[in-house]
Every structure is written in structure tokens, then in C-alpha cells.
């Protein structure tokens, strides 16, 4: 498995911007897809992006598309998610997650980060 590790999140207004982190050791991270996911309260952990080892290939919920960009850096071993337009329905902790292939469902994710709190108020 690959560790990875979050950070990046924190308190903005409606309208502001965050860029999320998430660092990787362990398995070689360009062997891995990437995927930002986020879990509300009282809610199930949903999709938000998704990069695939080349970065060739990118997937957005629909939520978040044109206002959220995901990046990999394989030389570092890091991936982002640079939030922009942020509404209070972002509000949510955010995990990063590897798999094997570049997938939109959240039980396909075999690796997990222990997730940072996006908070955006009105």
C-alpha cells in the first residue's frame, strides 16, 4: 500500500480558494491513480476528482467541474486539489486515496489519507 498523508485545509469564506496536499511514500506513486474524495456530516464519502498516473486522463464530479483542478507531481511524489469559488456545500473532510486504475467510485480506493477539514462560510 501507499501512505499518504493531507494537508492544505482550514476556514475560508464563500468565494475564497484552497489548495489541498497530499503527500506519498510507500508503493511507487506513479504506479498509482489518484483521487481527492470528501465526506460531509451526515453524509457518505462522495467523489470529487480523480488524475490517472500519466495525468493524462481527469475526472470531476460534476459538482466541482470548473472550479476544481487536480495536479500530480510524480517527481515528488504529490498530488493537489486547487479548490476555487469555494461554496459552504464544500464543507466536508477531504481525503486523498490511491488505486490501481483512475476510478470515480469510492470502493475502489485501496489507500487512504487521514483527511483535512474544508470549512467555508457564508
Known amino acids: 500500500q501507499v501512505q499518504l498523508v493531507e494537508s492544505g485545509g482550514g476556514l475560508v469564506q464563500a468565494g475564497g480558494s484552497l489548495r489541498l496536499s497530499c503527500a506519498a511514500s510507500?508503493?511507487?506513486?506513479?504506479?498509482?491513480?489518484m483521487g481527492w474524495l470528501r465526506q460531509a456530516p451526515g453524509k457518505e464519502r462522495e467523489f470529487v476528482a480523480a488524475?490517472?498516473?500519466?495525468?493524462?486522463?481527469?475526472y470531476y464530479a460534476a459538482s466541482v467541474k470548473g472550479r476544481f483542478t487536480i495536479s500530480r507531481d510524480n517527481a515528488k511524489n504529490m498530488v493537489y486539489l486547487q479548490m476555487n469559488s469555494l461554496k459552504p456545500e464544500d464543507t466536508a473532510v477531504y481525503y486523498c486515496?490511491?488505486?490501481?486504475?483512475?476510478?470515480?467510485?469510492?470502493?475502489?480506493?485501496?489507500?487512504w489519507g487521514q483527511g483535512t477539514q474544508v470549512t467555508v462560510s457564508s
Open positions: 486515496a490511491a488505486s490501481r486504475a483512475v476510478v470515480t467510485s469510492t470502493n475502489l480506493y485501496d489507500s
Open positions: 488524475i490517472s498516473r500519466s495525468a493524462l486522463n481527469i
Open positions: 510507500g508503493r511507487t506513486f506513479s504506479s498509482n491513480a
